[in-house]
């Protein structure tokens, strides 16, 4: 079963966030893994509460399979500080591995 890493963080546009997550993993052979900045529970722009199973900082690249990273605004102004996340990015462009971004999360791409 293939695994992907969806990145989650503070303020996430919550339809950018929840619809592949749930896509994803009821639709498709993958199992979905939420990573957050230090593994902590966050809130989304409308207040939902994620969940995630890895930190972004503890996230081995080569444990995925496809990387996913949601829009919001405000949330990639955070997640683009966050050099973990650039560094992840990097690493699975340079594996050839997929990477997903929807809307604003393509800045994390130029970052």
Request: charged share 20%; hydrophobic share 40%; with cysteine.
């Amino acid at each position: 079963m293939s695994k992907i890493v969806l990145i989650g963080g503070k303020h996430v546009q919550d339809h950018e966030f929840f619809y592949p997550k749930y896509r994803l993993s009821e639709e498709t052979n993958f199992s979905v893994f939420v990573a957050t900045p230090s593994g902590e529970e966050c809130a989304s722009n409308k207040g939902s509460i994620i969940k995630p199973q890895i930190s972004i900082e503890g996230l081995i690249v080569e444990d995925y399979d496809a990387l996913v990273i949601p829009g919001g605004a405000l949330a990639i102004e955070y997640l683009r500080q966050n050099k973990a996340l650039i560094d992840i990015t990097r690493a699975f462009n340079e594996a050839n591995k997929p990477i997903a971004s929807i809307c604003q999360g393509a800045q994390i791409l130029i970052s």
